[in-house]
């Protein structure tokens, strides 16, 4: 069945690095790609997406590029904050239906 | 315009014995989405409504596991008797019919003793 494995965290940054989290999925059709992101004591909030290949999702200097030759997702970001810790959760929606898959999420902090 | 609103946030209960959340989704949502979300794990879909009808409740342990949607607005899960193993945070999520976004509530942290 359709999958998403995305890397392990916690990952831990200093403010204004580079961040990087992979996401690899596994499914049949041409799924449509999300990240998710939940902050401390919020529910899970849409970050970006992308529906096909090729696509760039974008948001709040996030950027994600749909690969369908690696079967890959992976969330950028040039230079985070430290409002930007949170967990990050990659998902999949299959064709045909609504139905969306997560992955376990990777859980961000920053530090000043 | 108000999001999606769970209650309770908490609830701690003994094994075997009741337990029910509320979920109240965005107006005009038709869809409706109940999540299950172990520590340290993503959300998993226990059951999926359009309007008051549940179209996709194959990893709804019907044993013990109820949902309702009445009127096609509200919704309620219930677990009775509950496990152990049914601690989790139970997350409802509502969207436009036909679109993929989910909006979610903040949850409801189930923890079983």
């Known amino acids: 069945g359709d999958s998403v494995t995305q890397m392990e965290g916690p990952v831990t940054l200093s403010e204004e690095a580079f961040l990087t989290i992979n996401c690899t999925y596994t499914?049949?059709?041409?799924?449509?790609l999300f990240w998710y992101v939940q902050y401390p004591g919020e529910g899970l909030q849409l970050l970006l997406k992308?529906?096909?290949?090729?696509d760039k999702g974008s948001n709040k200097g996030f950027e994600a590029t749909y690969r369908k030759e690696t079967t890959s997702f992976h969330l950028e970001k040039g230079s985070v904050q430290v409002s930007d810790s949170a967990v990050y959760f990659c998902?999949?929606?299959?064709?045909?239906?609504?139905?969306?898959?997560f992955g376990a999420g990777t859980r961000l902090f920053v530090k000043a | 315009e108000a999001g999606v609103v769970q209650s309770p946030r908490y609830k701690i209960i003994e094994k075997k014995q009741p337990v029910a959340f509320w979920c109240n989704p965005i107006?005009?949502?038709?869809?409706l989405y109940w999540y299950r979300q172990n520590l340290g794990q993503g959300p998993e879909l226990l059951i999926r409504?359009?309007?008051?009808?549940?179209?996709?409740d194959s990893q709804l342990p019907k044993d013990r596991f109820s949902a309702e949607r009445l009127k096609g607005v509200d919704s309620t899960l219930k677990i009775q008797p509950a496990e152990l193993g049914d601690s989790a945070v139970y997350l409802c999520?509502?969207?436009?019919?036909?679109?993929?976004?989910?909006?979610f509530g903040s949850g409801t942290q189930l923890s079983v003793l």
């Open positions: 409504y359009e309007n008051e009808e549940a179209v996709d």
């Open positions: 992308a529906t096909k290949a090729d």
């Open positions: 998902a999949l929606s299959g064709t045909g239906g609504f139905k969306t898959i």
């Open positions: 499914a049949t059709g041409y799924p449509s």
């Open positions: 107006s005009g949502h038709n869809t």
């Open positions: 999520a509502s969207s436009f019919q036909g679109t993929e976004k989910l909006f």
